[in-house]
């Protein structure tokens, strides 16, 4: 168990409507990066917070957006769902701004239809 | 941007050494990762690399870094059932954010 929470484990939804996946990191730890892993792009950086601040962008669509509230607790949304969305998504946190050693969730399995 | 490069599979016999091998494009990554991923879970840390070292090693794991060729492997001894999975390659620079291979699936076979 590496102590990073996401939930839910699976989601299934339509295609144009919104979810909402959480993530709770490590105790201790300040820095939460969202991936999102699906066969024919691999694991895709998405984005970076740290300490409530937006810290780096990957390849995040803009019908995509995150956040992280005050008690380091994340969400990432996902809005206008196409069946491309379809893709396992990653938390990973790391006590520093610096990701020499992030550990990850077991991730949501998202599952547009 | 990065640009990181490994085989799909690898199949071994148990007891048996394994070597994943990976290619890297950015001559100024800083960190070099290998991370496992076993079915149905998150990705673990198995161990990292600074570029300014040649070789790591943590009991069954060795990892060596040839900066000139940005060639990165990682050799499991002894390899084990248990050690099934996939194994993935990053590299990060000044951002920090490692840039992920696609992962080369061990198999282990009795």
């Known amino acids: 168990d590496s102590g990073v929470t996401q939930t839910p484990k699976h989601l299934i939804t339509a295609t144009g409507q919104r979810v909402t996946l959480r993530c709770s990191p490590r105790?201790?730890?300040?820095?939460v990066y969202w991936y999102q892993q699906s066969l024919d792009q691999g694991l895709q950086f998405l984005i970076q917070?740290?300490?409530?601040?937006?810290?780096a962008k990957g390849n995040i669509l803009e019908r995509f957006s995150a956040q992280q509230f005050p008690d380091l607790h994340s969400e990432l949304n996902l809005s206008s769902l196409e069946l491309g969305d379809s893709a396992l998504y990653f938390c990973?946190?790391?006590?520093?701004?610096?990701?020499?050693?992030?550990?990850f969730g077991q991730g949501t399995r998202l599952t547009v239809v | 941007g990065e640009d990181v490069e490994q085989s799909l599979f690898l199949s071994v016999r148990e007891g048996d050494s394994s070597v994943i091998n990976c290619t890297y494009t950015?001559?100024?990554?800083?960190?070099l990762y290998w991370y496992k991923q076993e079915p149905g879970a998150g990705l673990q840390l198995l161990t990292y690399?600074?570029?300014?070292?040649d070789m790591k090693q943590d009991q069954r794991l060795t990892v060596l870094l040839n900066k000139k060729d940005k060639h990165l492997s990682l050799r499991i001894a002894d390899t084990q059932t248990g050690d099934s999975a996939i194994y993935f390659c990053?590299?990060?620079?000044?951002?920090?954010?490692?840039?992920f291979g696609r992962g080369t699936s061990l198999i282990v076979h009795p």
């Open positions: 990973a946190s790391s006590v520093e701004a610096k990701n020499t050693e992030a550990f």
């Open positions: 105790s201790g730890d300040l820095s």
């Open positions: 917070y740290y300490n409530g601040e937006e810290r």
């Open positions: 950015d001559s100024s990554s800083t960190y």
């Open positions: 690399i600074f570029s300014n070292m």
């Open positions: 990053a590299a990060s620079g000044g951002s920090y954010i490692p840039t």
